[in-house]
């Protein structure tokens, strides 16, 4: 079974902090995603990479960067942390021909 | 890109009533559909998908329709339950696996008993 752990589900953090937000995943995949989650929009693509070192910027990119060092993990970073990054962040991870499969969450408040 | 819109936003039903959820895409390229339930508190699940070689899929009281000329897909629950009760999330992506999926904005289903 798929397993993606995200390394927090409660993280509260002060404005222009930089905040690190880890996600890992044990079946090899080669890629991997990071969304966000807000009522009434969705889920919304962050940034994702499909390979080690390797990254694309998603629907919302602004604020946020990423770093894949391992395949097996794939870190956001809110680089200063603002009150509107305040959100319930999603990572997502997939092989070849497969279904995302998620992590449980992490439910940032930024104060 | 692509766009992709979900209604209802919600969508309250009698325990064995059935419910259908729909979604509207914009890129014809789009060719894998997926749809997620998320419970509350917990993380998104897929639940069932479809190819854009297939019209129609079931699994036990779930089923997903698709219809690429209009560029529109359903998710249909029969007998719904309490236990159906989440936000249901529709998507959209070119292939599975490697390529973004785009979601839709999510549909709040709550089953009344």
């Known amino acids: 079974d798929v397993k993606v752990t995200q390394s927090s589900r409660y993280l509260v953090k002060r404005t222009g902090e930089k905040v690190f937000l880890e996600c890992v995943q044990d079946m090899d995949h080669e890629n991997m995603f990071w969304y966000r989650q807000d009522p009434g929009l969705g889920l919304r693509l962050i940034y994702f990479s499909y390979d080690v070192k390797m990254k694309e910027k998603g629907d919302i990119p602004e604020g946020y960067s990423v770093s894949r060092e391992k395949k097996e993990r794939f870190s956001l970073i809110l680089e200063s942390a603002s009150t509107n990054q305040t959100s319930m962040y999603l990572c997502?991870?997939?092989?070849?021909?497969?279904?995302?499969?998620f992590g449980d969450g992490t439910r940032l408040s930024i104060l | 890109g692509e766009n992709v819109e979900q209604h209802p936003s919600t969508l309250s039903v009698q325990e064995g009533d059935s419910a259908v959820i729909k979604c509207t895409y914009s890129?014809?390229?789009?060719?894998?559909f997926p749809w997620y339930k998320q419970e509350l508190g917990k993380r998104p699940q897929l639940i069932i998908d479809?190819?854009?070689?297939?019209g129609e899929k079931k699994d036990q009281r779930i089923a997903v329709t698709l219809n690429k000329t209009a560029k529109h897909f359903s998710l249909h629950i029969t007998e719904t339950q309490p236990e159906d009760s989440a936000v249901y999330f529709c998507?959209?992506?070119?292939?599975?696996?490697?390529?973004?999926?785009?979601f839709g904005a999510g549909t709040i289903l709550r089953v009344k008993s």
């Open positions: 479809i190819r854009s070689n297939v």
């Open positions: 998507a959209a992506s070119i292939t599975m696996g490697g390529n973004k999926l785009v």
């Open positions: 997502a991870s997939t092989g070849l021909n497969q279904p995302q499969h």
């Open positions: 890129d014809s390229a789009s060719n894998y």
